[in-house]
């Protein structure tokens, strides 16, 4: 696969990311969007803040150790993501967009 001057491939492999939600879905149950940032509000350092939420948009609270890997497994398969502002992943569509974007689309 050609990769660009980054060393980033051309092509992102989609499957992985695919996989990777089918994974949450199964792991989260009720699940449909997981939010992942590395500024949680209530650390004074950079450290992973998760928030798992429904259909509706309700937050669910899954344990902490389920909410972690999640996290970081979602750091590890979109690692080209800018993670200095917070992400929305939608486990139906396996997409990652930032989550000012995703309110935009809403009409907030």
């Known amino acids: ?3 660009m001057p980054s060393g980033i491939p051309a092509c992102p492999d989609t499957s992985r990311q695919h996989h990777l939600t089918a994974q949450l879905a199964d792991m989260i149950p009720g699940a449909a969007t997981i ?16 928030i798992v939420m429904n259909e509706s948009g309700k937050s669910l609270e899954p344990n902490r150790t389920t909410v ?3 996290a970081r497994w979602i750091l590890w398969v979109w690692p080209e993501a800018d993670w200095s502002r917070p992400q929305d992943l939608d486990l139906a569509a396996a997409s990652l967009t930032r989550s000012d974007l995703v309110a935009v689309g809403r009409g907030r």
């Not at 939010?35 to 998760?50: A, E």
């Open 68 to 70: 972690s890997v999640a």
């Open 35 to 50: 939010r992942v940032s590395i500024n949680d509000p209530r650390q004074r350092w950079p450290h992973l803040h998760t």
């Open 1 to 3: 696969m050609l990769a």
